[in-house]
């Protein structure tokens, strides 16, 4: 292959990959958690996050005036 179609190639590749968001400013979802932790997310929404040691959840602010988002958990305190 040439050097340039390489280099064309690479840099095509790179505009399309979305950047990795840092794992300590990752939000998961129960959904996430679930995958991470191999369970359903309703075992995770009974049973895993009710846990009293579980971190607490975060509510971002919804579309709809007066009401919450749903629940988010900082990755880095999940794992």
Do not use: C
């Amino acid at each position: 292959m040439e050097p340039d179609l390489i280099e064309r190639l690479a840099e095509a590749l790179a505009e399309r990959i979305a950047p990795a968001v840092p794992l300590h400013v990752q939000l998961w979802n129960a959904k996430t958690i679930a995958g991470y932790l191999q369970r359903s997310p309703a075992v995770v929404m009974e049973r895993v996050v009710t846990l009293p040691g579980f971190p607490r959840p975060i509510r971002l602010p919804a579309q709809r005036e007066g009401s919450k988002g749903q629940p988010l958990w900082k990755a880095a305190e999940v794992i």
